[in-house]
Structure formats: structure tokens, C-alpha cells
């Protein structure tokens, strides 16, 4: 049984810092590509920034230069350093796992999603 698990989102001031996780269980990590989507009430889900697994990365124009993905393959764990944080970035983080780097889109179905965390930006 395969579970995503993300960690470390709640409430923090405009300009602050979080590092979301995200914990794999059940699937063989290394073989997976990772991203973290997040989704505001009444908007749509959007896709924040997704990693290969090779390595390769790439990242939603609204978080470049803000925001890193990363992953560490002996933890079977995905992370999202989220720095200069704006109210606008509140939203429900959720990440996703899909064997296709590709498939890491929005409106494209993918292996298996997290639960999701909530992030909280106050101004």
C-alpha cells in the first residue's frame, strides 16, 4: 500500500520560512518523479515545483527563486523549502508521485497523492 505523507506546513508571517515534507512508503522511491501542487479555496490546483528522479527540476513561475525542491532518496522523503513567503502562498500543499516526470502537470492524472498539509501566510 502506497502513502504520501507531507509534514510541516501552519501559520506564518509574510516574508517567513517552511520546509514541507513529504514521506514515501510502499513504492520504490528512487523510481519516482515527486511534485508539490497546492490548491487556495476556490482556485485551482496549481502545480509549485517537481523534481526527476534523476534530479531534474522545475518550478511553477509564481514560486521561481523563492521556493526549492529536493528530494533525499535514502529517506524515501520529498521536501519543499519555501523562503520569502506571501499571503498568497496560502494554500493546501499536497504531493504527488508518478513514475513520469511529465505526467507532473496540472490536469494530468497521476500514480498517487498525499493528504495534503495546510500553509497558512499571515501579512
Known amino acids: 500500500q502506497v502513502q504520501l505523507v507531507e509534514s510541516g506546513g501552519g501559520l506564518v508571517q509574510a516574508g517567513g520560512s517552511l520546509r514541507l515534507s513529504c514521506a514515501a512508503s510502499?513504492?520504490?522511491?528512487?523510481?519516482?518523479?515527486m511534485g508539490w501542487y497546492r490548491q487556495a479555496p476556490g482556485k485551482e490546483r496549481e502545480l509549485v515545483a517537481r523534481i526527476s528522479s534523476g534530479g531534474t527540476t522545475s518550478y511553477g513561475d509564481s514560486v521561481k527563486g523563492r521556493f526549492t525542491i529536493s528530494r533525499d532518496n535514502t529517506k524515501n522523503t520529498a521536501y519543499l523549502q519555501m523562503n520569502s513567503l506571501k499571503p498568497e502562498d496560502t494554500a493546501l500543499y499536497y504531493c504527488a508521485a508518478d513514475r513520469t516526470f511529465s505526467h507532473l502537470v496540472v490536469g494530468q492524472s497521476v500514480d498517487y497523492w498525499g493528504q495534503g498539509t495546510q500553509v497558512t501566510v499571515s501579512s
Open positions: 510502499g513504492l520504490t522511491f528512487g523510481a519516482y518523479a
